[in-house]
């Protein structure tokens, strides 16, 4: 069954330094990741999305994720964070029934990012 | 870029009462779910639907919910007797293809007293 971790439930930066937020996946296949945001009374927001091509995926607002097989990673990086990236961020691992996607998603617990002057 | 639009925001009901949260697709989606998340938990799968029918449903999605399309634009989720464990966030979704980016509405926050 594919499942997804997020490793921190709370992360808090100040602005211009770097954002990494850690998640790691299980998947019997290989998995389509995405990562999700949130920000306050609006919906859920894709910020990029992997599906086997390049490993680096360079998703919205300056935000990427890297896939790391041997490590079941998917952590999503910026180089500089800024007031406006306050948000919850979801990982997220597509769901599969054999080597099929579902279509279905399958979140992790969320990281609120929290951005200090 | 178009948008996912669910009404109410907010819903307040009594338990045991029947609850509709709607929602209006992008008009060119074909792939169409509802996902819930209780406060302090993960966003859990509810439901997807694809031609007119159910095409996955979770544990969670017991004989108290349905979903229907009745007009070809509206999307909705009932839930026939309210439990105070159905207080959550509802959030709609919808895709063109099942592996095509999944675009979601903002939420109807369900409060069940």
């Known amino acids: 069954a594919q499942s997804v971790t997020q490793l921190d439930s709370h992360v808090s930066v100040s602005e211009g330094t770097p954002v990494l937020l850690r998640c790691n996946y299980s998947s019997s296949y290989s998995p389509s990741l995405f990562w999700y945001v949130q920000h306050p009374n609006k919906g859920l927001q894709l910020l990029l999305k992997y599906t086997s091509a390049a490993t680096l995926v360079k998703g919205i607002n300056g935000f990427e994720a890297e896939f790391k097989k041997s490590e079941t990673s998917f952590h999503l990086t910026k180089p500089s964070a800024h007031m406006s990236d306050a948000a919850e961020y979801f990982c997220v691992v597509s769901g599969r029934v054999g080597s099929s996607n579902t279509g279905k998603l399958i979140f992790g617990q969320g990281t609120t990012l929290q951005v200090k002057p | 870029e178009p948008e996912v639009t669910q009404t109410p925001s907010h819903q307040v009901t009594q338990m045991g009462q029947e609850v509709i949260l709607r929602c209006v697709p992008i008009s060119n989606h074909l792939y169409f779910y509802w996902y819930r998340q209780i406060l302090g938990q993960k966003v859990e799968f509810l439901v997807s639907?694809?031609?007119?029918?159910?095409?996955?449903k979770s544990e969670i999605f017991d004989d108290q919910f349905s979903v229907e399309r009745p007009d070809g634009s509206n999307f909705t989720l009932k839930i026939r007797s309210t439990k105070l464990e159905d207080s959550a966030m509802y959030f709609c979704?919808?895709?063109?293809?099942?592996?095509?980016?999944?675009?979601f509405g903002s939420g109807t926050q369900l409060s069940v007293l």
């Open positions: 639907f694809y031609n007119n029918e159910i095409s996955e």
């Open positions: 979704g919808g895709a063109r293809g099942r592996n095509e980016k999944l675009f």
